[in-house]
Nanobody, 123 residues
Framework: HVQLVESGGDSVQAGGSLRLSCAAS????????MGWFRQAPGKEREGVAC???????MYSDSVKDRFTISQDNAKNTVYLQMNSLKPEDTAMYYC??????????????????WGQGTQVTVS
């Protein structure tokens, strides 16, 4: 079965940077968006960024110009470079795959596969 494994979460000070990785096994990047989501305590999971198989990227307004999503097809890995981190970026970050064609990239309940999450804490 498909597995998504996130890594790279850590505790950093405001203004710092982190790079998250999502390694996919038994999954090919020939489908639609691979997405990054996050969920803070007491809040709903929200879309952060998405990268399509053609390399087109999309971001939520809250992270645009600070975060960059990228992919390495040879390694079946998606990255999220996070710069200028703010305390409000503190959350568990998840990667997701298996979005049906035509579904909105931010639709949390449309992704078929999810990783276990990696914690990002900004103070």
């Amino acid at each position: 079965h498909v597995q998504l494994v996130e890594s790279g979460g850590d505790s950093v000070q405001a203004g710092g940077s982190l790079r998250l990785s999502c390694a996919a096994s038994r999954y090919t990047f020939s489908s639609n968006c691979m997405g990054w989501f996050r969920q803070a305590p007491g809040k709903e999971r929200e879309g952060v960024a998405c990268i399509g198989r053609d390399g087109i990227t999309m971001y939520s307004d809250s992270v645009k110009d600070r975060f960059t999503i990228s992919q390495d097809n040879a390694k079946n890995t998606v990255y999220l470079q996070m710069n200028s981190l703010k305390p409000e970026d503190t959350a568990m970050y998840y990667c997701a795959a298996g979005l049906p064609s035509g579904a909105a990239w931010w639709s949390t309940n449309r992704y078929r596969y999810w990783g276990q999450g990696t914690q990002v804490t900004v103070s």
